[in-house]
């Protein structure tokens, strides 16, 4: 069999619906970020980023990189091996107390990844508690629904952001079930947040654990970056808080917090953290140091709601269609894949502007987007570069001037 030609097929109709998707080949300057290297063969040698979910820079910030630097001459460069088998290390106990003590809990745990965190701890809660149901907000992210769908448990899923639809589907299910409510706090593709604090009075009425996703709020939000849960006085309530150091704390790796008892359950019983080789220790002492100096520092945070409430000031003032919400993320609707590529692929060769299209499977189809995400080492200048080239855009390709 040729299995080359099945692959090519299957390829074939990936970029006939438009949904392809091509890598940039980037290399970040230090110096100058969020500009970057570009290797491609039609693009300017500079461009500037725009769609990173290094919200703060903090993968840019001199002490975190001169911690990673410190561990590296201490310890090498990897773990050697899992936590279970020679890959604990010091760094890693360091890393989870700060964690724990960001959100305010008992204990955490680290992952490689805020994917395998969601992963593997839904999968072993729902496989592992007694007649568990997960009640899932419908808009959850991938990770989340393949740790459901792995835990083989029933599911019920709940309308977006809706506490009352919750209620009822949760006093429909049987008294002795395990519930465990599963939402996010910021929601990614359209940067909406939760109503938190009704969310868990509701799953606390019916006696539910509350699995509450982070990683598109912690460093971001509340008073240390704890996340929306800190900036609500709501972390207490919650009984599991999933992050993530790959995003505004600029580094890698996902993890969860909760009572002692629970991160041993889970560091126990599932195999995506047994059977997986750890963090590099080096990477651990980065993702530290940027937390703790988010917990004392507010001028990243100062800066990039400024720029972000920038950005959405001028492309109002241009008639740029935006979805209003009330985060950090800005997306603007295309609804059409192909048209999507093309515009961005003319921004990056035209105007050195660097954005990935936002296409199925990521969201649904027809709602194709561009995602914007200013941070606090974009300049006035590379906004207002950003909105002409959007105003040109908009003007050659007769985009309709609305969001919906």
Same mark, same amino acid.
């Given at each position: ?44 040698? @500079?461009? $500037? ?24 001459? %201490?310890?090498?460069? &990897? ?17 989870? *107390?700060?964690? +724990? ?14 994917? %395998? ?10 496989? *592992? ?17 393949? &740790?459901?769908?792995?835990? *083989? ?5 709940? !309308?977006?952001?809706?506490? @009352? ?12 079930? /395990? ?5 996010? +706090? ?12 009704? =969310? ?21 939000? &509340?008073?240390?970056?704890?996340? =929306?849960? @800190? ?7 919650? #009984?599991?808080?999933?992050? /993530? ?21 889970? !560091?126990?019983?599932? +195999?995506?953290?047994?059977?997986? /080789? ?17 917990? $004392?520092?507010?001028?990243? *945070? ?47 060769? @035209? ?11 990521? %969201? ?6 561009? !995602?914007? #995400? ?16 959007? $105003? ?13």
């Amino acid at each position: 069999m040729n299995f080359d030609r099945l692959f090519n097929q299957e390829l074939d109709a990936l970029k006939k619906e438009g949904n392809y998707r091509i890598f940039a080949e980037l290399e970040r300057f230090c110096s100058s970020s969020p500009r970057a290297r570009s290797y491609g063969e039609d693009t300017p040698d @500079e461009v $500037t980023v725009w769609c990173s979910n290094d919200y703060l820079g903090m993968s840019q910030n001199e002490k975190v990189r001169q911690a990673m630097k410190d561990a590296i001459d %201490v310890g090498g460069t &990897g773990a050697g091996g899992t936590r279970n088998i020679s890959g604990t290390n010091h760094e890693h106990m360091l890393l989870e *107390r700060e964690l +724990s003590d960001l959100h305010g809990k008992e204990a955490a745990l680290l992952f490689t990844s805020g994917y %395998v965190s969601n992963w593997a701890s839904l999968s072993t809660l729902g496989a *592992r508690m007694p007649d568990a149901v997960i009640f899932s907000d419908s808009l959850n992210h991938a990770s989340m629904i393949e &740790g459901i769908r792995q835990a *083989r448990c029933p599911k019920v899923i709940w !309308r977006h952001n809706d506490p @009352e639809d919750l209620d009822r589907k949760l006093a429909e299910t049987p008294a002795n079930a /395990t519930k465990i409510v599963a939402f996010e +706090s910021v929601y990614s593709m359209d940067g909406d947040i939760c109503p938190l604090k009704e =969310i868990v009075e509701v799953a606390e009425r019916h006696m539910a654990m509350t699995y509450l996703d982070e990683v598109h709020a912690v460093g971001l939000y &509340g008073p240390r970056g704890g996340g =929306i849960a @800190e900036r609500e006085g709501l972390m207490d309530r919650i #009984t599991l808080i999933e992050g /993530t150091l790959g995003k505004a704390f600029g580094c890698m790796g996902g993890y969860i917090t909760g009572s002692a008892a629970l991160c041993d359950f889970i !560091r126990s019983f599932a +195999s995506g953290f047994i059977f997986t /080789t750890a963090l590099p220790p080096a990477v651990a002492a980065a993702a530290r140091t940027s937390i703790a100096h988010l917990k $004392t520092s507010d001028a990243e *945070r100062l800066m990039q709601r400024r720029q972000v409430a920038r950005l959405r000031a001028k492309l109002d003032a241009a008639g740029i269609p935006h979805m209003d919400n009330p985060s950090h993320i800005i997306p603007v609707l295309i609804k059409d894949p192909v048209k999507c590529r093309m515009i961005c692929d003319y921004l990056m060769r @035209e105007w050195g502007i660097y954005l990935q299209p936002i296409n199925y499977p990521t %969201v649904p189809k027809g709602t194709e987007r561009l !995602r914007f #995400t200013p941070g606090p080492l974009h300049s006035d200048e590379d906004i207002d570069r950003v909105v002409n080239a959007l $105003t040109v855009l908009w003007k050659q390709c007769a985009i309709a001037h609305a969001v919906a």
